[in-house]
């Protein structure tokens, strides 16, 4: 066979295998906690878990003051190191049944309403473009996937904990998903299912993130703190500050609430 023909059969060969291969999809990969959800999700697991008789009231002040330090100043590693070793404390010995019912009460009654109608709309948005839409969490497992399930996302990755013989051993199932783990997760998650990495989108609030929105082509910071604001500026990546715009809000809430009192108390006088 001459050399030209030799060429045109092997480029075919390769068009053709190229052509067969699927095209990669974008996705969007969100944080939960003060990026889709106001605070920390691990609070609220606690305070249902009291509720619900899983532990003391002295336990549910801890995670009270933890959930004050995280919507003031962030997230730290040490901090989800911290709270999530007291939460495993909290559910061992527990059977399986009993945590489903445990986080669907935590939707319904916590989470529902603490949830950012922005970053909800972000994500709701992804999904009518096509893209998969992921939630990579800290927060357990069965808590990502109770939220991405009555959002209409595409699923969650989570942190897993372990049970046995259909109870919880407090231990987990490799490490907490916090941190480089997240770009670890998002990263198998692409090869996996056939994504690009390059095409998607992350969103987040904490610097501690920063391995999982350098990893894709699109980061948004939302709500971000100190660190992250700054590294978003200097990156050019879009920014949204949702917490912002709750305040206005609530100073315009307050204050056509005062000049309707004042007008009421006017006629009167």
């Known amino acids: 066979m001459p050399l030209t023909q030799s060429t045109d059969a092997a480029t075919s060969v390769k068009a053709a295998k190229k052509a067969d291969k699927p095209k990669k999809k974008a996705a969007a990969f969100f944080d939960v906690d003060n990026t889709l959800v106001r605070g920390s999700t691990t609070y609220y697991f606690a305070r249902m878990a009291y509720k619900s008789n899983f532990f003391k009231r002295t336990d549910l002040w801890r995670f009270a003051w933890q959930q004050f330090r995280f919507i003031a100043r962030g997230e730290n590693a040490h901090m989800i190191g911290h709270i999530k070793d007291e939460a495993l404390a ?13 986080v669907h009460k935590i939707y ?18 992804h999904i ?17 996937d109770e939220i991405a399930k009555n959002l209409g996302l595409t699923g969650a990755m989570g942190t897993k904990v372990e049970h046995k013989d259909g109870a919880l051993t407090g231990n987990l199932v490799g490490k907490t998903l916090h941190g480089k783990e997240k770009r670890k997760a998002i990263r198998k998650l692409a090869k996996d299912r056939n994504i690009s990495l390059r095409k998607s989108f992350a ?7 920063l391995p ?6 699109h980061a948004v910071a939302v709500n971000p703190d100190k660190l992250l604001k700054i590294y978003a500026k200097s990156a050019g990546w879009k ?14 809430a307050l204050a056509k609430k005062a000049a309707a009192k004042s007008v009421k108390i006017g006629k009167r006088g």
């Not at 009518?128 to 990502?144: D, F, M, N, S, Y």
């Not at 999982?212 to 082509?217: D, E, K, N, R, S």
């Open 239 to 252: 920014i949204y500050d949702f917490k912002k715009r709750e305040l206005r809000r609530a100073k315009r």
């Open 203 to 209: 969103y987040s609030d904490s610097q501690n993130d």
């Open 128 to 144: 009518k473009q096509g893209r998969e839409v992921w939630l990579i969490t800290a927060a357990p497992q069965e808590l990502g």
């Open 108 to 125: 319904d009654q916590e989470i529902k309403d603490r949830l950012w109608p922005e970053t909800v709309r972000l994500a709701q948005q």
């Open 212 to 217: 999982m929105l350098t990893a894709v082509g």
């Open 90 to 102: 909290l559910v061992k010995g527990r059977t399986i049944e009993e945590m489903m019912a445990l």
